[in-house]
């Protein structure tokens, strides 16, 4: 249930929010804003806009036709529209890959944003999930049997999920605390229209499932908004933990691999870390499961085995408990030279000074020609990733003045 001053206030919650995440160089690019049409996204443009005007921020409207629907066209433009009516600049994307699974359509999303944003120079990109959302989340990743670092849902801030074409691109998520219902209040009272996409009403889709769950018991909403941040407390805790890890135990190498010394940490951030720098390691944009993870880096620490692949990479055991990390050249993809990035671990660059792989394991997965001119992206990577870990606690409830 929302109330009156909840709506009303809302703009000021938003901004102070937005001042508090504002990052140094946010006048030198614009910001992205995905927006679908729906009333959580165009409350964030509407939100985001006012904030803009005040401290002289471009924004850059992003809308994307999945083709899945064939009202889905008219409702881009009716985004575009929007988007002219407010003075922003805005790309209609256009995906058509045929899947109407919710994965799929996710991550083809998010790669046509990321490619978007790489062409505007758009370095953060605003989402509109709110506390529904999350709420939503908790409970589809409660059923999954997810222990208490998944339940803390999504983050204020995340990386991209799109490798490489994400690469650098940093997501932010305003309204991650706000109630959809007082987003939609905010709404009528300025008179602004959005649709409501009718997929959001077809249960083959979890996320509905769970939806029509919370409206079936309500209760389970505010037990839930309760326990989040809790969890995502201890979250910020761990995440700033291994990026500790990551800065002081990892060292990352022009050939793209990484050398981790897991000795004497906490078996579960040991094994978080691994799964984070075998994802940097091969190039991917996701990591394998922890049960996967715990089982190699047991196998490689007790001796069982001197060197393993994993999820595209190859792990070796070396002197001193200290594990090597290269992308395993079995599992490469075709083609890769066509690619914006050699399989996500390396960009083209000008000429430098000349390097070598460290041994045959890494030389076995070098980009194609010459090695001067390619860069690795491993380093960069994780730098990015502990950056923006670092600034998730200041951004936790904050508070409007």
Same mark, same amino acid.
């Given at each position: 249930?929302t109330t =009156?001053?909840e709506?009303?206030e809302?703009?000021?919650?938003i901004?102070?929010?937005l001042?508090?995440?504002r990052?140094p ?5 614009p ?6 049409g729906?009333? =959580?996204s165009?409350?964030?443009l509407?939100?985001? %806009?006012a904030?803009a005007r005040?401290n002289a921020?471009?924004?850059?409207v992003l809308?994307? =036709?999945h083709g899945l629907?064939a009202?889905?066209a008219?409702e881009?433009?009716?985004v ?5 009516d407010?003075d922003w600049?805005c790309d209609i994307l256009?995906w058509s890959n045929?899947?109407p699974?919710?994965? !799929?359509?996710?991550?083809?999303r ?5 490619e978007?944003?790489a062409?505007h120079?758009?370095?953060?990109l605003?989402?509109g999930? %709110?506390?529904d959302?999350q709420?939503?989340t908790?409970?589809m990743r ?8 998944g339940?803390a849902?999504m983050?204020?801030?995340s990386p ?7 690469r650098g691109?940093?997501?932010?998520r305003?309204?991650?605390?706000? !109630? ?9 009272s300025?008179?602004?229209e959005?649709?409501d996409?009718p %997929?959001?009403?077809?249960e083959r ?8 769950l919370?409206?079936?018991y309500?209760q389970?909403?505010e037990?839930?908004s309760q326990?989040?941040p809790n969890?995502a ?8 933990a ?8 990892v060292?990352?190498?022009?050939d793209?691999?990484i050398?981790?010394?897991p ?6 951030r040991?094994i978080r870390?691994l ?8 190039g ?6 922890e049960?996967?993870?715990?089982e190699?880096?047991a196998?490689l620490?007790?001796g !069982?085995v001197?060197a393993?692949?994993?999820?595209g ?6 002197a001193?408990?200290?594990i ?7 599992a ?7 690619r ?5 671990r390396?960009?083209?660059a000008?000429a430098r000074?000349?390097w070598?792989p460290?041994d ?11 090695c ?7 380093g960069?990577?994780l ?8 600034q998730l ?7 409007a003045?």
């Amino acid at each position: 249930m929302t109330t =009156d001053l909840e709506a009303k206030e809302l703009p000021q919650r938003i901004s102070a929010w937005l001042d508090a995440w504002r990052p140094p160089d946010i006048k030198e690019h614009p910001i992205g804003v995905a927006v679908s049409g729906g009333g =959580d996204s165009l409350a964030l443009l509407r939100l985001v %806009t006012a904030w803009a005007r005040e401290n002289a921020i471009s924004l850059y409207v992003l809308t994307v =036709d999945h083709g899945l629907r064939a009202e889905s066209a008219a409702e881009t433009e009716f985004v575009a529209r929007i988007a002219r009516d407010l003075d922003w600049p805005c790309d209609i994307l256009r995906w058509s890959n045929g899947q109407p699974a919710a994965r !799929k359509a996710r991550l083809g999303r998010h790669s046509l944003l990321a490619e978007a944003c790489a062409r505007h120079e758009i370095a953060h990109l605003m989402l509109g999930h %709110t506390l529904d959302d999350q709420i939503e989340t908790f409970l589809m990743r409660a059923r999954q049997g997810s222990g208490w670092y998944g339940l803390a849902g999504m983050d204020r801030l995340s990386p991209s999920p799109a490798w490489p074409e994400g690469r650098g691109l940093t997501l932010v998520r305003p309204l991650l605390e706000e !109630k959809r219902g007082v987003l939609r209040d905010w709404l009528v009272s300025q008179q602004a229209e959005w649709f409501d996409d009718p %997929t959001n009403q077809d249960e083959r889709f979890e996320r509905v499932r769970m939806r029509a769950l919370l409206r079936e018991y309500p209760q389970f909403a505010e037990r839930i908004s309760q326990m989040i941040p809790n969890f995502a407390t201890l979250r910020q805790a761990e995440q700033a933990a291994i990026a500790d890890v990551i800065e002081t135990r990892v060292t990352c190498y022009p050939d793209a691999s990484i050398d981790f010394d897991p000795a004497g940490l906490p078996g579960a951030r040991a094994i978080r870390t691994l799964g984070w720098l075998v994802q940097a390691a091969a190039g991917k944009a996701s990591m394998p499961r922890e049960a996967m993870l715990a089982e190699a880096l047991a196998a490689l620490q007790t001796g !069982k085995v001197e060197a393993r692949t994993l999820a595209g990479a190859w792990l070796v055991a070396k002197a001193g408990g200290v594990i090597s990390i290269y992308r395993d050249a079995g599992a490469m993809a075709e083609n890769t030279e066509t690619r914006p990035a050699f399989d996500g671990r390396f960009e083209k660059a000008p000429a430098r000074e000349s390097w070598q792989p460290r041994d045959w394991r890494a030389a076995r997965s070098l980009p194609p020609g010459d090695c001067d001119n390619w860069i690795a992206l491993t380093g960069t990577r994780l730098a990015h990733l502990c950056s923006i870990w670092r600034q998730l606690p200041s951004l936790s409830h904050v508070e409007a003045q």
